[in-house]
């Protein structure tokens, strides 16, 4: 591979991407071998696997550093992925990556379980070297591409990128915890590290905590209104402009792996032959332990070995019986808290071995360098017990694959509580790795359990991980993202255990949108009708106790009550929260002269407009209008609404505008759906509310919900809820299982009292 030109900047635009990935490393590496020769070898793991069929499909890039220091190297494509490689000088190296990075930002956000360093130059290096990567990924975005960086290395880039390109849907994901705000509060640049990441659309953490740390750090920095995965954000005013809000969804996207392709490895005769060999090397002890870890402080490493030792002091293991394996590949050698903790490491090892092995049996092998993927499949498979007790860890991908190769249904995974899988993982053996004597009790417990017990907790832990493996993982970050994706029909796991939990609030309040949502979308609004089954649904939920439903709607209400037939005791809420109807109240709507006025020049404007474009149509509302283009080709409905714009904007002043589904919709009167929400909230008494809606319309809603509120969004766009279903069947079905779960919680309030 030649060294890039002085024109190396212009390869950049050379082609413009529509999805593009920015991480620190390269999916390859740049291998130069002994007799002189050089080129790139793949380095897959769980990411690269996960986005090469999506980028190969939306004719990705991969920008990222090559792991070659003063080297610059030409853009070029591997394995039908673009690769523009970025640049890094030695002294980047260290005060970037190994300084800031590794030295300051990860023992920060690991809880300090090591002191952090800070120093200005290594601040100084990282705000550099994001920009570049931020340059690099603006020059090869195409107009209104998706940009999805990767982890802590690169916070900085997604402000970056929405000051130089506003156009680029942003996302960020962070693969390490994001710690409490007292311990994150130390960092010096605090406040520009949280400003670079609200610079994205999305930010992905791997647990629901680390989601919640982050919230409540742009709380206490910046005093913006969070409401559950929301984050209103300011932006910036362009002149003659007032500066509006922009909605930030910041919560977990647990990450997971290739469940599949480890599988298939374990089921590979050569693997499971070695595997054997792995234990006939060992001495064919009854209990083979493993440990599998990056050489890091966080690991847990030094209390694994400190509970295995006091085990054979204690006699309750003695090493004929049992040997621990540790494979502890190399990290971050060159920075000095690493080293040390080499060297304690292998004196440990070495005193256990010393203190406890025969001549024909280990205490702990140790083995300080990394595999090849078919001899890590073939070590879990030799493993009775794997042994994961990180005292802080975002996620801990081994953990997951060693379920995910137990395809005989056996082996016990004993596992930390700090670690991120913990929160998917319940049916391991969870243990404090910091509680020593736990610990020991711990492996114990895992040596001698029952081989039932160990078949009941594997098929549950691989059932988990199968169903969320790293395909799930990036799709649903960017279905949330970009708001496009597969929805499969029915209710997913996640949605159900959702309502069911929320089935047993005190008092419930079922919110809904009408059209897209209980409803079909027709041609003619006046034909649209409730499906019956959503229809019973609701007359279940209305009969319980302490359960309100509302219908929340854009329509009038006056045609709101004609189409849904709603039954008594249903709230209703019309014209995006102008009319609102609660219980035997009258309709409240009280527009004052000046909006009479306004509302009839609107009027007449917008019927203007319509003479203008054959095919578009008016609906009159109280305190609005809505343009309706859906019988107009898209290229026509998009002038008309256009020109609506544009004539409205030109002839009145304070008119708030809408956008949906092929519908433009104009109101004198500004609220929204979220505000009626919130009123309907208050009113009866909520302490859970759910709301269900299909259009641009309803991200008020859900912007509007608190604490364990769900949010559910109805077939495709983007959306800051958190869950989806596919359309008015899957809906129905929905409140089918909520009604059920609510009459069933009402049953047992019963009986309890």
């Not at 910036?236 to 922009?246: F, L």
């Not at 490493?301 to 040997?323: N, P, S, W």
């Not at 060297?343 to 049996?361: P, S």
């Amino acid at each position: 591979m030649n060294t890039a030109q002085s024109d190396s900047e212009e390869l950049y635009v050379d082609h413009a991407y529509d999805m593009i990935v920015v991480s620190n490393r390269l999916p390859v590496d740049y291998v130069e071998q002994p007799d002189g020769s050089a080129g790139w070898r793949s380095s897959p793991g769980g990411l690269v696997t996960a986005l090469e069929p999506v980028m190969r499909a939306a004719d990705g890039a991969w920008i990222g550093w090559a792991g070659v220091a003063d080297r610059e190297f030409d853009p070029f494509e591997n394995d039908g992925i673009s690769i523009i490689p970025v640049p890094l000088s030695e002294s980047e190296l260290e005060e970037y990556y190994e300084g800031f990075s590794n030295d300051t930002l990860w023992p920060l956000y690991h809880d300090v379980i090591a002191p952090p360093t800070y120093h200005r130059e290594w601040w100084d290096a990282y705000v550099r070297v994001n920009r570049r990567f931020a340059e690099a990924a603006a020059r090869a975005a195409s107009d209104g591409a998706v940009v999805w960086v990767q982890d802590y290395q690169l916070q900085l880039v997604p402000k970056m990128l929405r000051e130089s390109r506003p156009d680029l849907v942003i996302g960020f994901f962070n693969h390490i915890p994001f710690p409490a705000y007292g311990i994150y509060s130390q960092l010096p640049w605090r406040r520009q590290v949280i400003d670079g990441l609200l610079g994205a659309d999305v930010i992905g953490f791997q647990r629901t905590a680390d989601a919640g740390n982050f919230s409540r750090a742009v709380r206490r920095l910046h005093g913006y209104p969070t409401r559950g995965n929301v984050i209103e954000v300011p932006n910036e005013p362009r002149p003659g402009d007032e500066a509006d809000m922009r909605r930030v969804v910041a919560r977990a996207f647990p990450i997971s792996i290739d469940a599949e392709g480890f599988e298939e490895i374990a089921r590979r005769p050569d693997v499971q032959a070695r595997a054997r060999e792995i234990r006939e090397s060992l001495g064919n002890p009854e209990t083979v332990m493993l440990g599998v870890d990056r050489l890091d402080y966080t690991k847990g490493i030094r209390h694994r070995m400190k509970a295995f030792g006091e085990l054979l002091r204690d006699g309750r293991i003695a090493v004929q019986d049992a040997t621990l394996v540790q494979v502890a590949s190399p990290s971050r050698e060159r920075v000095e808290t690493y080293r040390q903790l080499r060297d304690e490491i292998e004196l440990t090892v070495g005193r256990l071995n010393g203190d406890y092995a025969t001549l024909g049996h280990q205490a702990i092998a140790y083995l300080h360098h990394g595999y090849p993927r078919e001899e890590m499949v073939a070590l879990y498979l030799a493993a009775d017990v794997m042994l994961v007790t990180a005292l802080r860890d975002g996620m801990n991908l081994v953990a997951k694959e060693y379920v995910a190769c137990r395809f005989d249904n056996d082996g016990v995974l004993v596992l930390s509580e700090f670690a991120g899988a913990s929160d998917e993982l319940r049916q391991a053996v969870l243990v404090n790795p910091h509680d020593i004597e736990g610990l020991k009790d711990a492996i114990i417990e895992a040596v001698r359990m029952p081989r039932r017990e160990r078949s009941r907790r594997m098929r549950a832990l691989r059932r988990r991980v199968r169903e969320n493996d790293v395909a799930k993982w990036s799709a649903s970050f960017l279905e949330t993202l970009t708001g496009s994706g597969i929805i499969k029909a029915g209710l997913t796991d996640q949605l159900r255990d959702a309502v069911a939990e929320l089935a047993t609030t005190e008092r419930l309040l079922v919110a809904l949108d009408f059209d897209g949502t209980i409803a079909p979308l027709v041609e003619h609004p006046h034909d649209a009708r409730a499906t019956e089954r959503a229809v019973a649904a609701i007359e279940r939920l209305v009969a319980l106790p302490d359960t309100r439903v509302a219908l929340v709607s854009g329509r009038a209400l006056d045609s709101l009550a004609e189409v849904a037939s709603p039954p008594e005791g249903v709230l209703l809420s019309g014209s995006h929260g102008v009319e609102l109807k609660l219980d035997s109240g009258p309709i409240t709507l009280d527009l004052r002269d000046a909006e009479l006025l306004k509302l009839a020049q609107l009027t007449r404007v917008v019927e203007e407009v319509v003479a203008a474009h054959p095919g578009a149509r008016v609906e009159h509302k109280p305190a609005g209008l809505a343009l309706h283009t859906r019988g107009l080709a898209s290229t026509a409905a998009t002038a008309a609404q256009l020109d609506a714009r544009e004539r409205v904007a030109a002839q009145l002043d304070g008119i708030t505008v809408r956008s949906g589904k092929s519908v433009l919709e104009f109101s004198v009167r500004s609220t929204d759906k979220g505000e009626s929400f919130t009123r309907m909230r208050q009113h009866a008494g909520a302490t859970g509310a759910i709301y269900l809606g299909d259009d641009v319309t309803d991200e008020d809603a859900f912007a509007a919900l608190e604490g364990e509120d769900l949010g559910v969004k109805v077939g495709q766009g983007k959306s800051i809820a958190p869950y989806r279903v596919r359309n008015p069947d899957d809906v129905a079905e929905l409140l089918e299982h909520l009604a059920s779960a609510r009459e069933r919680a009402a049953e047992g309030v019963s009986r309890w009292e």
